[in-house]
């Protein structure tokens, strides 16, 4: 048998999306089974609706397990896509079409790593009074999980040294969520230039460390760049050499659930044969436990960013059976949070227990919730781990742009509103940490807006799809605003656009 070539180029041509509007227990039940017995692609779901990738000849095994749609579902699929009238129709590329923002190229397109790593450097050296380059652990690949220590230390050295209160924000868990990563970035990058300048960001980095980690996942994110722009997971070996990787944010210790999955290692939320088995998840956890117990660290904030579905999620997220502690300040937080995004560019987040998303659904006529099938399990989550295992009263899980219109390919003209989203309510995180509940977050959001001009763009929210009206999503899946000759060589690859 001949080897593979080096490298493959994984091609969705004919793969489209779709969305399911849960209205029932038995309905949530069937699909969460079929999505266990094909092996789908769950993208995104929440309380509403749930989008799943699958290829265009899958759907009718798919239709097989829900009998409920089967009469309603389109008979047939033309091979050529619908193209609205209004524009012309083009593939999406890593390739970017430029911001308004001129003014600082690299939030004009996603960077892939070889890029985000230097200028991670850079920081370093431009501003080495506030900004350190540290390693957070090590890659299966062997690969450094690079990230930015941003914070000024006292220098009193006769007042007795209190644990440093250190905030980590976090993204590219799942590697093909590239938003996150750039967010994180841009977050990183106005914290840092924005010290000595405003008074408010000073005490922020005065007060608190805040580690930002562009990606947690530094071996899937380069494999979304030169293999398979939608890979999720990490690149660990299994134990089926053709199935490779490893659910980062399914692999720690906390309630992990890994039984459902655990003799399917092909499944997109394959978590391992134990808890901790991921290696980047193990080589994190053991830096915090390092950082805490060796290096007079207090993590007292943990924002985990991801795409897409524009919500912020609390613990816990493996069962909505147990409510956490400090249920009635998280929920306060996540609300102010909220609100400083509406503030800077109107879009809205929608607030939950992470839990909810996956499990339940609204009882109609009844004040309480009924359990539903997991659409996909939530045990073992970076979330949970947090804020039960390190002690972070504040954990959150926010997912980011857009709604569905665009998922996991959202285009670069998001990426500096989706940074000022971002850095606004981390702003009001911090502000809200220090005591003061939040409330010079006007200050954050004008210093936001001199910052970088605001590309604003409209909310774009798909059409509610019933689950007996099942269509493809309405909106494209694609960036229409790039041309072929835009796509670099060695990032060839295409996803099939349908309407």
Same mark, same amino acid.
């Given at each position: 048998?001949?080897?593979?070539?080096?490298?493959?180029?994984?091609?969705?041509?004919?793969?489209?999306?779709?969305?399911?509007?849960?209205?029932?227990?038995?309905?949530?039940?069937?699909?969460?089974?079929?999505?266990?017995?094909?092996?789908?692609?769950?993208?995104?779901?929440?309380? %509403?609706?749930?989008?799943?990738?699958?290829?265009?000849?899958?759907?009718?095994?798919?239709?097989?397990?829900?009998?409920?749609?089967?009469?309603?579902?389109?008979?047939?699929?033309? %091979?050529?896509?619908?193209?609205?009238?209004?524009?012309?129709?083009?593939?999406?590329?890593?390739?970017?079409?430029?911001?308004?923002?001129?003014?600082?190229?690299?939030?004009?397109?996603?960077?892939?790593?070889?890029?985000?790593?230097?200028?991670?450097?850079?920081?370093?050296?431009?501003?080495?009074?506030?900004?350190?380059?540290?390693?957070?652990?090590?890659?299966?690949?062997?690969?450094?999980?690079?990230?930015?220590?941003?914070?000024?230390?006292?220098?009193?050295?006769?007042?007795?040294?209190?644990?440093?209160?250190?905030?980590?924000?976090?993204?590219?868990? !799942?590697?093909?969520? #590239?938003?996150?990563?750039?967010?994180?970035?841009?977050?990183?990058?106005?914290?840092?230039?924005?010290?000595?300048?405003?008074?408010?960001?000073?005490?922020?980095?005065?007060?608190?460390?805040?580690? +930002?980690?562009?990606?947690?996942?530094?071996?899937?994110?380069?494999?979304?760049?030169? *293999?398979?722009?939608?890979?999720?997971?990490?690149?660990?070996?299994? *134990?089926?050499?053709?199935?490779?990787?490893?659910?980062?944010?399914?692999?720690?210790?906390?309630?992990?659930?890994?039984?459902?999955?655990?003799?399917?290692?092909?499944?997109?939320?394959?978590?391992?044969?134990?808890?901790?088995?991921?290696?980047?998840?193990?080589?994190?956890?053991?830096?915090?436990?390092?950082?805490?117990?060796?290096?007079?660290?207090? +993590?007292?904030?943990?924002?985990?960013? !991801?795409?897409?579905?524009?919500?912020?999620?609390?613990?816990?997220?493996?069962?909505?059976?147990?409510?956490?502690?400090?249920?009635? *300040?998280?929920?306060?937080?996540?609300?102010?949070?909220?609100?400083?995004?509406?503030?800077?560019?109107?879009?809205?987040? %929608?607030?939950?227990?992470?839990?909810?998303?996956?499990?339940?659904?609204?009882?109609?006529?009844?004040?309480?919730?009924?359990?539903?099938?997991?659409?996909?399990?939530?045990?073992?989550?970076?979330? %949970?781990?947090?804020?039960?295992?390190?002690?972070?009263?504040?954990?959150?899980?926010?997912?980011?742009?857009?709604?569905?219109?665009?998922?996991?390919?959202?285009?670069?003209?998001?990426?500096?509103?989706?940074?000022?989203?971002?850095?606004?309510?981390?702003?009001?995180?911090?502000?809200?940490?220090?005591?003061?509940?939040?409330? /010079?977050?006007?200050?954050?959001? /004008?210093?936001?807006?001199?910052?970088?001009?605001?590309?604003?763009?409209?909310?774009?929210?798909?059409?509610?799809?019933?689950?007996?009206?099942?269509?493809?999503?309405?909106?494209?899946?694609?960036?229409?605003?790039?041309?072929?000759?835009?796509?670099?060589?060695?990032?060839? #690859?295409?996803?099939?656009?349908?309407?």
């Amino acid at each position: 048998m001949s080897s593979p070539p080096p490298r493959v180029l994984a091609r969705y041509g004919g793969d489209v999306v779709l969305r399911f509007r849960i209205q029932k227990k038995d309905e949530a039940k069937a699909l969460a089974e079929a999505v266990n017995v094909l092996f789908l692609d769950v993208w995104e779901f929440n309380t %509403d609706w749930v989008d799943i990738r699958l290829a265009k000849d899958v759907i009718p095994s798919l239709l097989g397990l829900l009998p409920t749609i089967f009469e309603s579902y389109p008979s047939h699929f033309s %091979d050529e896509p619908q193209q609205p009238s209004h524009h012309i129709h083009r593939g999406f590329t890593p390739s970017i079409q430029k911001t308004p923002d001129e003014t600082n190229i690299f939030f004009q397109q996603y960077q892939p790593l070889s890029v985000i790593q230097p200028w991670l450097r850079l920081m370093e050296s431009l501003f080495p009074t506030h900004v350190r380059l540290i390693n957070v652990g090590i890659t299966y690949e062997g690969r450094d999980i690079t990230a930015l220590r941003v914070g000024v230390h006292p220098t009193n050295a006769e007042k007795p040294m209190d644990p440093r209160k250190t905030i980590i924000v976090a993204g590219g868990s !799942h590697a093909r969520e #590239w938003i996150s990563t750039s967010s994180v970035n841009y977050v990183a990058f106005s914290l840092i230039t924005e010290y000595g300048k405003s008074k408010q960001m000073t005490k922020l980095v005065e007060e608190f460390d805040w580690i +930002f980690i562009p990606t947690l996942n530094p071996d899937g994110y380069l494999y979304t760049w030169e *293999n398979d722009r939608l890979w999720r997971k990490n690149r660990q070996q299994t *134990n089926l050499r053709f199935c490779k990787g490893l659910d980062l944010d399914r692999t720690y210790g906390f309630e992990w659930d890994g039984h459902a999955t655990k003799s399917n290692p092909c499944s997109e939320s394959f978590s391992g044969e134990e808890p901790f088995q991921g290696v980047e998840t193990s080589r994190f956890a053991g830096w915090v436990k390092n950082e805490t117990e060796q290096n007079n660290a207090k +993590f007292v904030g943990f924002l985990d960013l !991801h795409s897409y579905s524009q919500q912020i999620l609390y613990p816990y997220s493996y069962s909505c059976s147990s409510a956490p502690p400090s249920l009635e *300040n998280l929920e306060e937080l996540a609300m102010g949070m909220a609100k400083a995004i509406r503030h800077v560019s109107g879009e809205n987040y %929608d607030i939950a227990s992470a839990c909810e998303g996956s499990i339940m659904g609204n009882a109609k006529g009844k004040k309480e919730h009924e359990i539903w099938s997991r659409i996909e399990g939530g045990g073992g989550s970076a979330l %949970d781990w947090f804020y039960h295992e390190v002690n972070v009263t504040y954990a959150y899980q926010l997912k980011l742009r857009d709604t569905g219109s665009y998922g996991f390919l959202l285009p670069s003209k998001n990426i500096v509103p989706s940074g000022k989203e971002m850095f606004a309510a981390i702003t009001y995180f911090g502000n809200y940490l220090l005591g003061n509940k939040g409330i /010079e977050v006007s200050d954050t959001v /004008e210093n936001t807006k001199n910052q970088v001009p605001l590309d604003v763009i409209s909310s774009q929210v798909s059409r509610p799809v019933s689950l007996l009206d099942v269509n493809l999503l309405p909106k494209s899946l694609v960036s229409e605003a790039l041309n072929e000759e835009d796509i670099p060589e060695e990032s060839n #690859w295409e996803l099939g656009r349908k309407r």
